[in-house]
């Protein structure tokens, strides 16, 4: 009779969201696989850095902007330690487009999606586009000259798409939003997702010469 | 029973059973993250950044008020650029840009609803108070039928190519002009006194973040683009990729502005929305070229792999 | 501390007249033209210096 309730609750919690989630990360994820102490002899190169180098300027984009948030959107204007916190936030911007594009380069001639990587090459480009948009809503958003050409000129390819009906490049309160709130959320979660696709399938090996059959 | 697939050097790998060494995930996370702050650092105190002050209807309307005269007639009579925009500002029709025969602009529809005569002109002009002249010049204006009021402006606009400016206002040669003439005249006025962006900004509430109106109104002008060619920042400049001064611009963005600079984009009326969806293709075939002949095959023929993997190539012979 | 930053506003001033390159129908400023040249450099470096580890296990 307990043993029978016993296993009415365990297979009760066997089918919880919770355990079923908590199961297929244990097993997808481990930490020896999140975490590794050790990686394939065959990384031997400094273009393996450029991955880490971007995602050590997009931490410098992000600390930057949130000290510009503490002081709001037209401190840089009227401080000169704004001004500097500013320039931090532009070449770090600098820098991270720099490495991304380094990285894409080598990930290219690499044939990195070899070998059911294809998501981690897809997730990076799908990256790339939308940095640039979180990019060009902050240079809507500077309240200079710069911005306010920029707004203009670009409004024009953005009507053009109806995405104009929408997304007013004119309306510095809404691209701000979109800058410091919306695209950054993505450009995160992607990363996120990039890094974790790295993690589960490993560093693409060497291109072999052999042709073989494989099993998928 | 599992399938099994010919083998694709270009899509396929043969997982590494090979050995590995000691490896510092974090260490190396950190020494990059450091590395990377001492470089923005030492780029921002060597070369810090641009600040070109914003540049306003005040500013405009002062240093070039007959710029200024001329924009404002073209807005009065509806004919200029923000006018005729078509959507999402307005409802003009067959103005908007085309692939094939689909309007994007058009589908979406007027969302941002913008009327430069009254948006730009009246209602501002409107809000002055303590100006009888000016009550008067309205007065006439909106007692008068369409026709005489179009053909006030098509005299003024006419003229106001021959003004010139004394003591910030416009003197403009004589002529039938009725009230436009006042009417343009207290426009400039205004915003000479910075009231004009203040209303135009505030006009819907008193927390203004939308600078639609003032800035489409600013664009209408000779002003604002004849400061951003001194920069080289207009579309034939290649100025999508360019910065104020001598700084790094978005060099990114040099597909997206090359096209602008050929045949056939740079001789098209519908240059944004061709340009717009090839680089959305571009960007759909970049995202896929784990997928595409050819593409994916160029890696493998051209061999710099072999320069990236050497010590691994050298160890196995 | 502020005073510091005013001081110190940048080293090198860049917001003199941009420099910029005609070739055909490509124009471009010196500077972009440096930031492109640079990342290919950077690219040929890192994949030709060596890049030595300890040994394999």
């Not at chain 1, 990360?25 to 850095?49: G, R």
């Not at chain 1, 000259?145 to 390819?157: C, M, P």
């Not at chain 1, 701000?176 to 993505?186: E, F, G, R, S």
């Not at chain 1, 560093?203 to 042709?211: D, G």
């Amino acid at each position: 009779m307990g043993a029978s309730k016993d296993s009415a609750v365990s297979d009760e919690i066997n089918q919880q969201w919770t355990t079923r989630a908590r199961r297929g990360l244990a097993k997808s994820f481990p930490y020896e696989k999140l975490l590794p102490d050790t990686q394939p002899s065959y990384l031997s190169s400094w273009i393996y850095v450029f991955g880490a180098l971007t995602i050590g300027a997009l931490a410098m984009i992000i600390l930057s902007g949130a000290v510009l948030s503490i002081e709001g959107p037209t401190w840089w204007h009227q401080s000169s330690l704004g001004l500097f916190v500013n320039s931090l936030h532009l070449w770090s911007v600098e820098l991270f487009f720099f490495f991304m594009v380094v990285h894409m380069w080598g990930k290219y001639f690499m044939g990195a999606w070899r070998g059911k990587r294809a998501l981690t090459w897809m997730s990076g480009a799908v990256t790339f586009s939308i940095s640039i948009a979180a990019g060009f809503t902050g240079y809507v958003s500077q309240t200079n000259f710069d911005s306010q050409w920029i707004a203009t000129q670009a409004k024009d390819g953005i009507n053009s798409t109806g995405a104009g009906a929408f997304f007013n490049v004119l309306n510095v309160g809404q691209m701000l939003m979109w800058h410091i709130v919306l695209l950054p959320a993505v450009v995160i979660a992607l990363v996120a997702i990039h890094v974790i696709l790295v993690r589960h399938r490993g560093i693409v090996p060497p291109y072999t010469e052999q042709a073989r059959e494989v099993t998928p | 029973m599992t399938k099994t697939r010919r083998f694709n050097p270009d899509r396929d790998v043969v997982e590494w059973k090979g050995g590995s060494r000691p490896y510092d995930l974090l260490k190396e996370v950190t020494i990059c993250f450091i590395v990377v702050a001492i470089l923005t650092i030492a780029l921002a105190i060597l070369f810090s950044s641009p600040s070109d002050r914003a540049v306003s209807l005040h500013t405009w309307a002062t240093s070039s008020p007959v710029d200024f005269a001329q924009t404002a007639i073209t807005e009065l009579d509806g004919t200029s650029a923000s006018a005729t925009y078509g959507p999402p500002y307005n409802n003009t029709a067959g103005v908007s840009q085309r692939l094939g025969p689909i309007s994007l602009a058009e589908l979406m529809g007027v969302n941002e609803t913008v009327n430069p005569p009254t948006d730009f002109v009246l209602q501002p002009l409107k809000t002055v108070r303590g100006d009888h002249v000016l009550y008067t010049a309205l007065a006439t204006f909106s007692a008068a039928g369409v026709g005489q009021q179009a053909s006030w402006e098509r005299a003024y606009e006419k003229s106001v190519v021959n003004a010139t400016a004394s003591g910030g206002s416009v003197m403009v040669p004589s002529g039938d002009y009725g009230p436009v003439s006042q009417m343009i005249s207290s426009l400039t006025q205004m915003a000479q006194s910075g009231a004009l962006d203040t209303s135009m900004l505030n006009e819907a509430s008193f927390f203004g973040m939308d600078y639609t109106k003032s800035l489409l109104f600013l664009s209408d002008g000779g002003y604002l683009t004849t400061k951003a060619t001194g920069q080289h920042l207009t579309g034939d400049q290649w100025g999508m990729m360019n910065e104020v001064g001598n700084y790094p611009g978005q060099s990114w963005l040099w597909l997206y502005t090359m096209w602008y600079q050929v045949k056939p984009f740079s001789t098209s009326a519908n240059a944004d929305v061709q340009v717009w969806a090839l680089m959305m293709l571009l960007s759909v075939l970049l995202i896929m070229v784990p997928f595409i002949p050819v593409l994916r095959s160029i890696p493998r023929w051209s061999k710099v792999y072999r320069i990236i993997w050497r010590d691994h190539y050298r160890s196995e012979t | 501390m502020v005073s510091v930053f005013a001081l110190v506003a940048s080293v090198f001033n860049l917001d003199t007249q941009g420099h910029y390159l005609r070739w055909g129908f490509i124009e471009i400023s010196v500077t972009n033209l440096v930031v492109i040249i640079l990342m290919v450099l950077v690219f040929i470096a890192a994949i030709t210096i060596p890049f030595h580890r300890k040994r394999n296990h």
